[in-house]
């Protein structure tokens, strides 16, 4: 089955910087790679995503890429805030066996003021 | 407005004692999932299903036993609770347009 693979597992920065998590994962027929935001106590939450027909997306201050080729893809996070803190979960789905989304282990971002 | 519920929200229990934990979703998705939530070990699936009456094994199956009778709910069931089990617990469902819902989470402790 699909294993995904994230780091780093916590990551510290301080406001205004910018923040990079990266996951790997195996199954080359995976097509689906959404980005998860928990923050203390509640929901994970989608926050981006992307299709594997598709290299790069962004969102304001938050942009996915993906590199089928090498089979990895990468949150970015520019001029971070302090409510971005938070764990962030990647997740890869291959959509032709179902619907099953598998985690990364999760990284814990803190952004310092 | 759009959600997945779950209760109860917190339980302790005792070794042995069944439990059930509800999950229900308001937006006709077909699937729909348990996963449980470990420090160290991110999210890992328990059990899906596909539509109602299709269920199988997610990563972590054991001791735990689901059904889907309707669409709209999926129940989590420990026959047998184990303190191993003590976990944070989250129902999920989505559809067609991938993106997966969670519920707001079941923190079980088993003593």
């Known amino acids: 089955g699909e294993n995904v693979e994230q780091h780093p597992s916590t990551l510290s920065v301080q406001e205004g910087d910018s923040a990079v998590i990266k996951c790997t994962y195996s199954?080359?027929?995976?097509?689906?790679f959404p980005w998860y935001k928990q923050e203390l106590g509640k929901r994970p939450q989608l926050i981006i995503d992307?299709?594997?027909?598709?290299g790069e997306k962004k969102d304001q201050r938050i942009a996915v890429t993906l590199n089928k080729t090498a089979k990895h893809f990468s949150l970015h996070i520019t001029e971070t805030q302090p409510e971005d803190s938070a764990v962030y979960f990647c997740a890869a789905r291959n959509s032709n066996s179902g619907y099953a989304l598998n985690f990364g282990k999760g990284t814990s971002l803190l952004v310092t003021p | 407005e759009a959600q997945v519920t779950q209760n109860p929200r917190y339980l302790i229990t005792v070794t042995g004692k069944k439990l059930t934990v509800t999950c229900s979703q308001n937006?006709?998705?077909?699937?729909m999932s348990w996963y449980r939530q470990d420090p160290g070990l991110g999210l890992r699936q328990i059990y899906y299903s596909m539509n109602v009456e299709v269920t199988d094994k997610g990563d972590v199956p054991e001791g735990y036993k689901v059904s889907r009778k309707e669409k709209r709910n999926f129940p989590l069931i420990l026959e047998s609770p184990s303190p191993n089990q003590t976990s944070l617990y989250f129902c999920?469902?989505?559809?067609?347009?991938?993106?997966?819902?969670f519920g707001p989470g079941t923190r079980l402790t088993v003593t």
């Open positions: 199954d080359s027929a995976s097509n689906y």
């Open positions: 992307i299709r594997s027909n598709v």
């Open positions: 999920a469902s989505s559809s067609f347009s991938y993106e997966q819902y």
């Open positions: 937006m006709n998705h077909e699937y």
